[in-house]
Nanobody, 123 residues
Framework: QVQLEESGGGMVQPGGSLRLSCAVS????????TGWFRRAPGKEHEFVAA????????FYADPVKGRFTISRDNPKNMVTLQMNSLEPEDTATYYC????????????????WGQGTQVTVSS
């Protein structure tokens, strides 16, 4: 059984930074990928970023490229999303998701999901 727990959300002014963490418990095969999705009120889940279990390959959605960085620390079983230059459009509930072994930007690829953490960007 794999469990994911997000932390690090909060409120920040435009241009600010936040660091989200996803604690991963349980075991997934080396081919599985962990990702972050977000969901704004009234909208569908949106892919944000993903990283392979080895940490060697990362993927980003176009709106966050150059601003967000995903990384993982396997000894600590942690996946981190560093978010810089935040914009009001980044306001959403952010979800950590794991167990993907296919198209990393497809929500349906992921088997395990956390409960989400709220990020609000507002002046």
């Amino acid at each position: 059984q794999v469990q994911l727990e997000e932390s690090g959300g909060g409120m920040v002014q435009p241009g600010g930074s936040l660091r989200l963490s996803c604690a991963v418990s349980g075991h997934t095969p080396s081919s599985k990928t962990t990702g972050w999705f977000r969901r704004a009120p009234g909208k569908e889940h949106e892919f944000v970023a993903a990283v392979t279990l080895s940490g060697g390959t990362t993927f980003y959605a176009d709106p966050v490229k150059g601003r967000f960085t995903i990384s993982r620390d396997n000894p600590k079983n942690m996946v981190t999303l560093q978010m810089n230059s935040l914009e009001p459009e980044d306001t959403a509930t952010y979800y950590c998701a794991g167990g993907c072994n296919g198209r990393v930007d497809y929500r349906e690829c992921y088997v395990y999901w956390g409960q989400g953490t709220q990020v609000t960007v507002s002046s």
